[in-house]
């Protein structure tokens, strides 16, 4: 057993073979220090930031106490296809190592983890390290450049603390009886998503009594705040690189802009905040079904309520994918083209 160990890495994205790699490490070494840096060519389609990095850790490791979890921006790893592709060299790792020793002030007996397969692991290499170099076993399932090349082509790689920044928020949006809610669960099935229901709905059951009777301008403050914590616990939770949510924080600044006749400030601030990655906005062109809790039914107001949402989207340079067809398998279909197109990249 060693008194200190050290990993490095970029964790860009954190996924179960680098778990697995961690875990052999921590069972050799008393205290097991985590230098997460910062990916030198980050993947364009997701905004990761050390924080996030740190944080995937942090929950990942957060009942192992001898794990310490550190961030750095000033010390660079490079950035390779394969491990055949780097060139060591040794005065230089020997100086970051010393700066990261010193930064971190850890033990002069510090060991550095790495890899069986790590050029630092090579005989002629580790040798002429200021630090011990100690190997962990090898993870070939894994395979840590596919994954961070393509995160969705790999999502049950991807550790389930990290899924929550990888996985793309799809809003189903439209006026009363276009079909979101039953469109919103065939997604969810199809894709094997987690999804945010419709959180005004939800509210009128809870706090209303089951009728919008009692619905004034000061509900639409805690509707949306409700709604981006269900948003919030369902990318959490992802099971699919999409999630899917039903209705928006545009949609319920609309309803306030119809039946209260303003905008409501925070819900404006909602929408500018809580992004979501893609809407998709069903044509108000189907049948309207009265279910009890819908008003806007006629032809001058469902195309009114259309008219309001787009607005506000544009209010927001919010550019929703349009899906205009009438019959609601075709409907589905238009949006699984979009998904796999926008989400999946196929």
């Known amino acids: ?45 997701f905004d990761i930031t050390l924080q996030d990095k740190a944080r995937w850790l942090q ?23 394969s491990f ?4 060591i060299d040794i005065p230089a790792s020997n100086a970051k190592l010393q700066r990261l020793t010193t930064a971190l002030d850890l033990p002069a007996d510090t060991v550095l983890f790495v890899a069986e397969n790590h050029p630092l692991a090579q005989s002629d290499v580790y040798e002429r390290l200021s630090m011990p170099v100690i190997t962990t ?34 809003a189903i949006v439209g006026g009363e009886s276009s079909g979101k809610t039953t469109l919103v669960h065939k997604l969810a099935n ?34 949306a705040l409700q709604h981006a914590q269900a948003i919030r616990d369902a990318a959490a939770n992802a099971t699919a690189p999409v999630t899917i949510v ?25 929408i500018d905040e809580f992004r979501l990655d893609h809407t998709i906005m069903l044509d108000n062109n189907t049948p309207w079904i009265d279910d009890g ?34 019959d609601y398998d075709a409907r589905y279909q238009q949006a699984l083209l979009l998904i796999d197109q926008y989400v999946y990249g196929r």
């Open 84 to 87: 055949v592709d780097v060139t």
């Open 59 to 81: 929950m990942a490791c957060a009942d192992l106490p001898f794990i310490q979890i550190h961030t750095t921006h000033e010390i660079e790893l490079p950035l390779h296809d």
């Open 293 to 326: 809790m819908r008003s806007l039914g006629t032809p001058e107001a469902r195309g009114r309520f259309e008219r309001r949402l787009v607005d506000i989207f544009a209010r927001h340079d919010i550019k929703p994918h349009m899906v205009d067809q009438p």
């Open 137 to 170: 076993p090898l993870q070939p399932e894994f395979d840590s450049y596919a994954i961070a090349r393509n995160p969705v082509a790999h999502w049950s790689a991807i550790h389930p603390q990290a899924r929550g920044d990888y996985t793309k928020t799809v």
């Open 1 to 45: 057993m060693y008194e200190s160990g050290l990993m490095i890495g970029h964790f860009e994205p954190l996924h179960l073979g680098q778990m697995r790699s961690i875990l052999a490490a921590a069972g050799q070494a008393k205290t097991l220090h985590i230098i997460i840096m910062a990916h030198p060519a980050p993947h364009p389609d």
């Open 190 to 223: 199809y894709y094997g998503a987690s999804f945010a229901l419709e959180m005004g709905r939800l509210y009128v059951g809870t706090d209303l009594g089951g009728s919008e009777v009692g619905l004034q301008y000061n509900d639409y403050g805690p509707i």
């Open 246 to 270: 039903d209705t928006d924080f545009v949609t319920t600044q609309a309803f306030c802009e119809e039946y209260e006749g303003c905008s409501h400030p925070f819900v404006a601030a909602c």
